[in-house]
């Protein structure tokens, strides 16, 4: 009986150890996976940056391809031209410094001001 107790105990002990070893071993897949999951997660959010920085640039290249484009034209040069405050012979550049100046006249009195500027009075 003490021989038939021992078996028992021994096929017990055995089925414990097998059962602690198998589910390290599932746990370990788990974590495994888990991991897997992680890092696929962390690529998809890493491509749709991408895709989004692919888009941006996308968009500045055609913006360049644009701009190459008008290069030399007459509208291009003019427009360039204007952006460096340059103004075509006859024009008036105006730079107005306090825009609260300008609330300050009426519209009579800016006539009189242009009609000024134009005879060369001011």
Do not use: H
Not at 1 to 13: G, H, V
Not at 99 to 117: C, G, I, P, S
């Amino acid at each position: 009986m003490a021989d038939f107790a021992e078996k028992t105990r021994t096929k017990s002990l055995k089925w414990s150890i097998f059962a602690s070893v198998m589910l390290a071993i599932l746990c370990l897949f788990g974590w495994l996976a888990m991991e897997e999951q992680r890092k696929l997660e962390d690529l998809r959010q890493e491509e749709a940056s991408l895709r989004v920085q692919l888009t941006m640039s996308q968009s500045e290249e055609a913006s360049l391809r644009v701009k190459l484009n008008n290069v030399g034209s007459t509208s291009s040069m003019d427009s360039e031209a204007r952006a460096m405050s340059f103004v075509r012979p006859g024009e008036i550049r105006f730079q107005i410094v306090d825009a609260e100046l300008l609330d300050k006249y009426t519209e009579k009195e800016w006539q009189a001001l242009m009609e000024a500027r134009a005879l060369g009075r001011y």
